[in-house]
C-alpha cells in the first residue's frame, strides 16, 4: 500500500484526473480552483498529456469538448465567474453529447464576490445554468480522498453517459490538506466510451442504443461525423423536424433518469432510528459528521443522508428517509438552494428545515446541533 | 485531539507551518487536517492557517477551541485569540507583539523574527523556528517527525540552516 501523505482537495482532484485517463486540461486559474491547474500543468506532460492555459474560461470550455471529440478524456476547472462564463459550452456539450469534466470550486458570489471563502451557491446552476433542457449529473465530494475517487468517476459517468459531469467542490474541500493514501491502480474501475462496431459509412453517430447512449468515434479515427449545438438528427446534421426534436431531448433527460440506479450515489448515516435527519453535502457535510456524533452522545437520534451525487438527486433514497423522520434538515453554505429540492422530493412527508449560511463563514457542528435539537 | 492557529500576515509563511505541522504529524501516524484562511492580497493582510491533529478521525476541519495560538503580528493576535481559551498556549513573536491581553497563562514571547535575521541572517526562516516552539510546548508530534517533515520541504541546499532554525525556536522556549 501507498505510504500516508498530506494532501490538498484540489491536487487529490487532479491525481483523480490523472488516473481516470484524463490527459488534457484547459482552462483558465481562479481561486479557488488554481491548484487544479496548477498540479496538471506539472503532471499532465509527465504521462504524456497536454495542459493550455487559455485566453479565458470560455476558450477553456471549448477546447476541451474539442479534445474530447478528438477522443481525449478532458477536464477543465474553475470557480463561479468561471463556471458562469462556460454555461452555454456546457448546454452544447450536453448538446453534441461530449464527454468531459467540468470541475467547480465554490466560492461566496455571485459575480466576483469572495474569492478566498466557502460557499455552495453554485448548486442551482450546475443544474440549471445552461439554458434549455437536459439532464446533468453533478457530484460533490465531502473529503480529499473523496475528491480523488469522485473524480475518476466523474470521468467514467461522462464516459458512460456520453454528457458533460460537474465535479462541485467548495473551497472548504479544495483547499483542506488530510490524509491520503493513493489507491492502487488496479483497484479503480476506469470506464471508456463505446466506440462504433460498425465501419465507416454504415455507423450513424447519434444513434443510441439501449442505454440510450450512441458509440463515439474519436475525429481522426477514420469516422466523418458531423458535430453541432443545433437539434439533429442520428446523422449529426440539423434537423427541423419536431419529432426529431422531442425524441432528442427527452434522450438528453432518460439516458440519466433511466440509469439513475447506477448514476447515484449517497451516504445514510445513523439513519436506521433517527427522528431527525440533515441532509448536508460537500464541505458542510464535515461539520454534520460532528454534529450528529454529538447528538448521539446526548442521546438525540439524528442521522445524515449525503447526497454524494447531488444531481440528479438521490430522489427515492431521500423520500425512504423522509418516511421514518420527523424533521429533516436541510443544512447548505448558500441562501437555500437544495432544501427546495428535497421540499419537492419529500412531498411534506417529514418537516423539512433550512438551515442556510452566507456570510463566507462554515455552518459549525454547533449550530447544526442546535438545529437538530429544535427539529425534535 | 489538538488544535492549532498558526497566524501572522500574508508572507510569513504560515501556511507552510501549517502543512509542516500536518505532515509531522501524519509521519507520526496521526491523523491531522490542515485549512487556511487569508484574504485575496498575496502579501500583507492577516492569514491564518489551522491544523488539528487527533488520533481518532477528524470531521470538522476548522478550529473549534484552539489549544494553541501562534501570533506572529499584533493584527493578528487581536483578530485570532479571541477565541482563545485563557489557559491555551499562546507563543507571540516579540518582534511584533507588543500588547497581550493580560487574561491568558500561558504565553511566551519569542523574538522570532528577530532570532532569524540575527541568528540565521533572513526572517524567512521564522516560521520553522515557530515550529520549534510548538515541537518544545506540545508533545502532539514528535521533534523527529518534525524535522523530517521541514527537511522534505525546504529546498535543496537549504536543510542545515533550517535544522538550526527548529533548533532555535526548540531552545527559546
Not at chain 1, 483547499?175 to 466510451?193: G, Y
Not at chain 2, 519569542?110 to 524567512?124: F, N, Q, S
Request: glycine share 8%; hydrophobic share 40%; proline share 6%.
Amino acid at each position: 500500500m501507498a505510504k500516508a501523505v498530506l494532501m490538498q482537495g484540489n491536487h487529490a482532484c487532479a491525481e483523480g484526473a490523472i488516473a481516470a485517463g484524463a490527459r488534457f486540461f484547459a482552462g483558465y486559474p481562479i481561486t479557488p480552483s488554481t491548484e487544479v491547474a496548477e498540479l496538471l500543468a506539472k503532471r499532465l506532460p509527465q504521462v504524456g498529456g497536454s495542459f493550455i492555459q487559455m485566453e479565458d474560461e470560455i476558450a477553456g470550455m471549448a477546447a476541451i469538448i474539442g479534445a474530447s471529440l478528438a477522443g481525449t478524456k478532458s477536464l477543465t476547472a474553475t470557480s463561479g465567474p468561471g463556471f458562469s462564463l462556460k454555461q452555454e459550452l456546457i448546454g452544447y456539450a450536453s448538446m453534441a453529447e461530449v464527454p468531459c469534466v467540468i470541475v467547480n470550486v465554490q466560492r461566496t458570489g455571485p459575480s466576483t464576490g469572495q474569492p478566498t471563502s466557502p460557499a455552495q451557491g453554485d448548486v442551482m446552476q450546475a443544474r440549471w445554468g445552461s439554458h434549455g433542457d437536459r439532464g446533468v449529473i453533478a457530484l460533490s465530494p465531502s473529503s480529499v480522498p473523496e475528491c480523488f475517487t469522485l473524480t475518476v468517476e466523474a470521468f467514467n459517468l461522462a464516459e458512460k453517459y456520453r454528457t458533460p459531469v460537474v465535479l462541485l467542490l467548495d473551497e472548504i474541500i479544495g483547499h483542506m490538506r488530510e490524509k491520503f493514501v493513493m489507491p492502487d491502480p488496479a483497484s479503480l474501475t476506469i470506464v471508456n466510451r463505446k466506440k462504433p462496431a460498425l465501419p465507416p459509412g454504415e455507423f450513424l453517430p447519434y444513434k443510441p442504443e439501449a442505454d440510450g447512449v450512441a458509440p463515439m468515434p474519436g475525429y481522426g479515427e477514420g469516422y466523418r461525423f458531423h458535430t453541432t449545438g443545433l437539434v439533429h438528427d442520428y446523422t449529426g446534421f440539423p434537423s427541423g423536424s419536431n419529432a426529431v426534436t422531442h425524441e432528442l431531448i427527452e434522450r438528453l433527460h432518460t439516458k440519466i433518469t433511466n440509469n439513475i440506479d447506477d448514476i447515484v450515489k449517497y451516504e445514510a448515516l445513523e439513519l436506521d432510528d433517527a427522528e431527525v435527519a440533515v441532509v448536508a453535502f460537500g464541505g458542510t457535510a464535515r461539520s454534520a459528521y460532528a454534529a450528529i456524533e454529538s447528538a448521539r452522545a446526548e442521546g438525540i437520534k439524528a442521522g445524515l443522508f449525503r447526497p454524494i451525487t447531488i444531481w440528479p438527486v438521490p430522489e427515492k433514497q431521500l423520500f425512504t428517509v423522509a418516511e421514518k423522520v420527523k424533521t429533516i434538515i436541510v443544512a447548505e453554505m448558500n441562501y437555500g438552494q437544495y432544501v427546495g429540492e428535497v421540499r419537492r422530493v419529500v412531498c411534506g412527508k417529514a418537516n423539512v428545515v433550512s438551515l442556510a449560511k452566507w456570510n463566507n463563514d462554515p455552518i459549525t457542528p454547533n449550530e447544526l446541533l442546535n438545529a437538530i435539537k429544535a427539529g425534535r | 485531539m489538538m488544535q492549532f492557529r498558526l497566524s501572522g500576515s500574508g508572507g510569513q509563511g504560515l501556511i507552510l507551518a501549517g502543512i509542516i505541522l500536518a505532515e509531522a504529524a501524519i509521519e507520526d501516524g496521526k491523523e491531522a487536517v490542515q485549512s487556511q484562511s487569508y484574504g485575496p492580497e498575496a502579501r500583507g493582510g492577516s492569514s491564518k492557517s489551522e491544523v488539528i491533529i487527533s488520533e481518532k478521525p477528524i470531521h470538522y476541519p476548522k478550529v473549534v477551541n484552539p489549544d494553541f495560538l501562534l501570533a506572529m503580528t499584533q493584527e493578528a493576535l487581536n483578530k485570532y485569540a479571541t477565541d482563545l481559551p485563557d489557559e491555551a498556549i499562546l507563543v507571540t513573536d516579540s518582534t511584533f507583539v507588543g500588547e497581550i491581553p493580560a487574561r491568558f497563562k500561558n504565553v511566551y514571547q519569542v523574538p522570532i523574527t528577530k532570532l532569524a535575521k540575527e541568528k540565521l541572517g533572513r526572517d524567512l526562516f521564522a516560521n520553522i523556528i515557530a515550529l520549534g516552539t510548538v515541537a518544545k510546548l506540545t508533545d502532539v508530534v514528535s521533534i523527529e517527525a518534525m524535522e523530517k517533515a521541514v527537511l522534505a520541504r525546504v529546498p535543496k541546499g537549504t536543510e542545515e540552516v533550517n535544522r538550526q532554525a527548529l533548533k532555535l525556536g526548540f531552545e527559546s522556549v
